[in-house]
């Protein structure tokens, strides 16, 4: 990888080679993967770009730290839907607003992104099993991905993971540990399975690699955008990995001049679980927090990824906003009401972050945002009931239908 020059620690800054097997620093910090920009604005263009046929996250491989002969991957992962969003922007009060429906993928969330280049780092590093601990979509992600490059997956899930994330864990054939605890614990055990067992490591706050899969959303959105850049960009946030991600892509683009300037982010996490948003608000050190909220996805009391995700924010001169699982439900029902996105309570924390950011007046009219739905709503069918209510149940008479619609006030057109 010649366009690769290393890795070096987000904290002490200590240098390594990159190999397929990076994990975290001697010193417990995260790694984060260095490029050697001028290599890289030798050999890429935007025009160049604008030719390639391959619609997935490896059409932007000079900007990936994979080697020049390992294949895609099988699934296509990436070149998910950017939306421009009238009506939604319109009730808002916003200038402009952009939905990037990254629960289009494979698996249907943007965690395929990561998952996607764990496979590829695996394969190059010639393992044959690849494990992780997740809340629900960086499993089902893995387990999907694995299975179709042909690698064993063992994946470890908290016992509060949605039914219809486990299901598709157990269709793409992975050993399922359902753990009794926090994702915390959840995450120790799968730790020290991963030592005792020496399988390959997916988990996001040991694997430096899995960042880069997630910053082709940003690298997408830009070029989706040709290249003009929005005013904020908005993610919910869990453990860091995603939002440190979206911030990488972008500086890439700023260091190799695809873009001009950078935009500010924004990271919504929900009220019940913020430690990354309340370390910002507060310019104290992040704190672990219990977990509750309805958002399992971004449930995570000990953010793994608070270092990178912290930096981004500051470097962005991001802001940050903490919403009730009300205001994600009501987001969930705004969204599919206005743009036809289906996304799950995670997926949509982010628009509900820019709703009521908004509502508070910070943002207007002014502004061009773009928001990313992160996971698609079929992931949690029981939340979306929630947010939306039962369907109208009579038998087959029309007078129960007329009835029916009286009582809630309907008035068919």
């Not at 975290?24 to 920009?37: F, K, M, P, Q, R």
């Not at 990936?64 to 992962?77: H, I, M």
């Amino acid at each position: 990888m010649r366009h690769v020059l290393g890795a070096r620690c987000v904290k002490c800054g200590k240098e390594y080679d990159a190999v397929p097997g990076l994990t975290n620093c001697s010193c417990g910090g995260i790694l984060d993967i260095v490029y050697d920009y001028d290599l890289i604005r030798s050999r890429l263009t935007k025009a160049q770009l604008a030719e390639r046929q391959d619609h997935t996250m490896w059409r932007y491989r000079e900007l990936l730290p994979v080697e020049e002969n390992t294949p895609p991957t099988p699934l296509r992962v990436g070149w998910s839907p950017l939306y421009q969003a009238p009506r939604l922007a319109s009730q808002l009060g916003l200038g402009k607003l952009y939905v990037k429906d990254d629960g289009q993928n494979p698996t249907a969330s943007l965690k395929d992104r990561a998952s996607a280049m764990a496979v590829a780092k695996a394969l190059e590093a010639g393992a044959q099993v690849i494990a992780c601990s997740s809340t629900g979509n960086a499993a089902s992600s893995l387990a999907g991905n694995a299975a179709a490059a042909g690698l064993k997956t063992y994946i470890f899930v908290p016992s509060r993971a949605p039914k219809g994330k486990v299901a598709q864990l157990l269709t793409f054939g992975a050993t399922v540990i359902s753990v009794q605890g926090s994702y915390e614990e959840t995450f120790e055990l799968s730790k020290q399975a991963i030592d005792r067992w020496g399988w390959y490591n997916r988990n996001a706050a040991i694997n430096p690699y899995l960042s880069e899969g997630k910053k082709t959303v940003a690298l997408e959105i830009m070029e989706q955008l040709d290249w003009q850049v929005p005013d904020y960009v908005a993610i919910s946030v869990g453990d860091g990995c995603t939002i440190a991600g979206l911030w990488k892509g972008l500086k890439d683009l700023y260091a190799i001049g695809f873009i001009d300037r950078l935009p500010r982010l924004i990271s919504v996490q929900a009220e019940g679980c913020c430690p990354i948003n309340r370390a910002i608000a507060e310019n104290e050190p992040w704190h672990p927090m219990e977990e509750n909220t309805l958002a399992d996805s971004i449930a995570v009391g000990v953010p793994r990824n608070a270092d990178k995700a912290l930096m981004a924010i500051r470097e962005s001169n991001g802001i940050v906003v903490n919403v009730s699982d009300q205001e994600i439900l009501d987001a969930q029902q705004l969204l599919g009401r206005t743009c036809g996105v289906f996304g799950e309570p995670a997926g949509v924390t982010g628009t509900a972050g820019v709703r009521k950011l908004c509502q508070q007046g910070v943002l207007g009219c002014d502004d061009t945002v773009v928001s990313v739905v992160t996971g698609n709503g079929l992931k949690d069918v029981a939340n979306a009931i929630r947010a939306c209510g039962e369907p109208i149940s009579i038998p087959s008479d029309m007078n129960q239908l007329l009835d029916a619609f009286a009582a809630r006030g309907i008035q068919p057109e």
